[in-house]
């Protein structure tokens, strides 16, 4: 599968909830463009000269709604929209020695590449792990991880491996800055000073220079929260290919039952619905596969839920507006379901 390919039109960006209704139209500013997926045609065979077609979605601005994900043509229900894979991950603290550090697919401790207390599932992963484990084994991260778990915190951990990333060079300092940031208090920013300092320490005792660290500075820590705390999704494997994706969506969300966490590009764009018409799914590792959950106009807003569409409006709506900041205007919410 060849990666996301992003084309940046706008300097600023938003992640509102809209409506299905909403209709895709030409006249409405395209902000990227993608790559990133192999489209069967509708007579269900291949060339074999076709390679990877651009997924058949397009995201785009709407006067009323902000930025949005729309479909270019019929989506079959069951149909693999695209498929994506994360900008930075990280494994739950209680999985860590489960799944594979760099993929969190569950590992066979038999076959597993070990490495300074961490596991791989293959050795393509230990290489690719490079990006950030060769600056992150470097320093002592019991402070750190201890905080996190006392606290029961899981995104600071993302801030660490993309900080590693950033100072190995493999990423740039602001590559999270189109995501929609959360609200944050003056209270919940200075709840964060803790753990913007002993990220800062680990990496200072580890002799990283100030020239590797200049971008670490408080600021950068707090924007980094604030875009993850509304864009990462859990990552919970499924046993096996799933049949039924109904079931799927509705499946517990409960942290216990993650393997661990992800930021993506393509998918934090889609907007929330109670019923959506699009889940996101997870087989054996962080690579995201968008799966249609009904069939799909030509047109149509492309919507996921974002917590757990089993719960009760009221549950729901108290979550959403806690946790995303927003109140859900869906049909099902509209009608008290």
Not at 97 to 112: E, G, S
Not at 293 to 300: A, M, N, Y
Request: aromatic fraction near 8%; charge should be neutral.
């Amino acid at each position: 599968m060849s990666p996301l390919a992003f084309v940046l039109t706008l300097s600023c960006y938003r992640r509102w909830p809209s409506r299905f209704s909403t209709p895709y139209s030409h006249n409405l500013l395209v902000l990227f463009s993608s790559t990133a997926t192999t489209i069967t045609p509708p007579n269900g065979k291949e060339s074999p000269s076709s390679g990877p077609a651009p997924p058949p979605i397009r995201v785009a601005l709407t006067e009323s709604t902000g930025r949005a994900v729309f479909a270019t043509r019929r989506i079959g229900a069951g149909d693999t929209i695209h498929t994506a894979k994360p900008i930075v991950s990280h494994p739950s603290l209680s999985a860590i020695t489960t799944v594979c550090y760099f993929c969190l697919k569950k590992i066979n401790a038999v076959t597993a590449s070990q490495s300074q207390g961490v596991s791989f599932c293959s050795e393509n992963c230990k290489e690719s792990s490079k990006v950030f484990y060769d600056v992150e084994k470097k320093a002592d991260w019991l402070a750190f991880d201890d905080y996190c778990r006392t606290q029961g915190l899981k995104y600071p951990l993302l801030v660490k491996r993309l900080a590693c990333m950033v100072i190995s060079g493999a990423a740039p300092a602001g590559i999270l800055d189109i995501l929609q940031p959360a609200n944050l208090t003056q209270g919940m920013i200075l709840k964060m000073e803790e753990g913007f300092h002993l990220l800062r320490n680990a990496l200072v005792k580890a002799n990283i220079g100030d020239e590797h660290m200049s971008f670490l500075a408080k600021q950068w820590y707090t924007d980094v929260l604030a875009r993850i705390r509304i864009n990462a999704f859990r990552i919970e494997l499924a046993a096996g290919v799933y049949e039924d994706l109904l079931s799927l969506a509705s499946a517990s969300i409960e942290a216990e039952a993650a393997v661990g966490n992800a930021i993506y590009m393509l998918p934090s764009f889609y907007n929330h619905d109670c019923d959506p018409n699009t889940h996101i799914v997870w087989i054996e590792n962080a690579d995201a596969k968008l799966k249609a959950l009904r069939d799909i106009d030509e047109g149509e807003e492309l919507r996921i839920c974002y917590i757990d569409a089993s719960m009760s409006c009221d549950a729901r709506e108290s979550l959403l507006s806690q946790g995303f900041g927003f109140k859900c205007n869906c049909l099902r919410c509209m009608s008290g379901d």
